[in-house]
């Protein structure tokens, strides 16, 4: 088997809100456990899918606490402590660090566009800053304006406690040519939920999902079934579950992921602007699909 600092379904976790908008830090809490206890191995927090760019620190930090306190080490949790100032991700991956959670997310630096050299020496400051935290790189091109390209990440690896890479860049060469150049012992994640079956075809061990909000025991068992040499099951859970995949991207995320955990009935509340309400026709769509899935 391979090896899967994080395990295998990592669940990039919404951000709960209440009515006016404010973090609810009860509904994290029952969220996070309820994850944790249907096919998560672990939590990423304050990422892309938890709208990271529209909550504070403060909320950030009190977010880290209150989940650990909730899951008590039954799944690994990262912290999305990346930002597009190296001063100010040290700083906040720092303050995660001492909380004592189990890793960090690292998203490019977005809207500055920093050469390869430039994205080197920024997270080796950071894994420098926090020799004992393991790291997970995070290449997101469609949202951040820059590639993080394969020989970059092969030096990164280099580094004792950069381990792992979340891969949504789309480019199942890139992901082979980062696989080629790094060891057995660097993890590859799947970024993009209908990619994780070929991605793991090409050296990823797992995903850090959206969709296992809603399905993370299937795409456990869609990852356990390739590792076991069972290639055509797995095949026909991805199938069943593309659907699900692609209406959670129909628009921004995590604007339909928030929208099927209502529709589910957890009191998620709605994103914050600049995001805003799904369309209609879109939240019909993924009523649809969950309830042929028999998800509702």
């Known amino acids: ?5 994080f395990g295998q379904v990592v669940t990039a976790m919404v951000t709960p809100f209440t009515q006016d908008g404010q973090v609810d830090y009860a509904v994290a ?3 996070a456990d309820y994850l944790v206890s249907h096919g998560s191995d672990g939590l990423v927090l304050c990422g892309t899918t938890g709208e990271s760019p529209t909550l504070t620190w403060d909320e950030e930090y009190q977010l880290f606490q ?3 306190q909730a899951i008590a080490g039954r799944a690994k949790i990262l912290a999305g402590t990346g930002s597009n100032s190296t001063h100010e991700a040290i700083e906040a991956t720092q303050k995660a660090a001492a909380l004592g959670l189990d890793g ?10 920093p050469p390869q050299e430039g994205l080197y020496e920024h997270f080796k400051a950071i894994a420098t800053a926090v020799p004992d935290l393991p790291i997970m790189l995070y290449n997101v091109p469609g949202r951040t304006g820059q590639t993080l390209l394969p020989e970059t990440v092969a030096r990164l690896a280099e580094l004792s406690n950069i381990t792992s890479l979340k891969d949504a860049g789309g480019n199942l060469d890139h992901t082979s040519q980062v696989r080629r150049l790094t060891p057995s012992s660097f993890s590859l994640y799947s970024g993009d939920d209908s990619l994780t079956l070929p991605m ?8 850090v999902s959206v969709t296992s909000h809603i399905a993370g ?10 590792f076991q040499g069972q290639p055509q099951d797995a095949t026909e859970i991805h199938l069943k579950l ?6 959670l991207f129909a628009t921004t995320s995590p604007i339909p992921v928030k929208a099927a955990l209502r529709l589910q009935g957890w009191a998620v509340g709605n994103t914050r602007l600049p995001l805003c309400a799904i369309p209609s026709e879109i939240e019909a769509e993924l009523k649809r699909t969950l309830t042929e899935l028999s998800l509702l």
Do not use: D, H
Not at 1 to 5: G, Q, S
Not at 104 to 113: C, D, G, I, R, T
Not at 200 to 207: I, K, Q, T
Not at 217 to 226: C, P, R, T, V
């Open 29 to 31: 809490e029952r969220l």
């Open 217 to 226: 025991e299937l795409l456990q068992q869609m990852i356990s079934k390739f």
């Open 1 to 5: 088997m391979p090896v899967t600092p």
């Open 242 to 247: 593309l659907p699900l995949f692609k209406v």
């Open 200 to 207: 793991l075809a090409v050296g990823a061990v797992g995903v």
């Open 66 to 68: 209150v989940v650990k």
């Open 104 to 113: 960090s997310l690292q998203v490019v630096p977005y809207y500055n566009k």
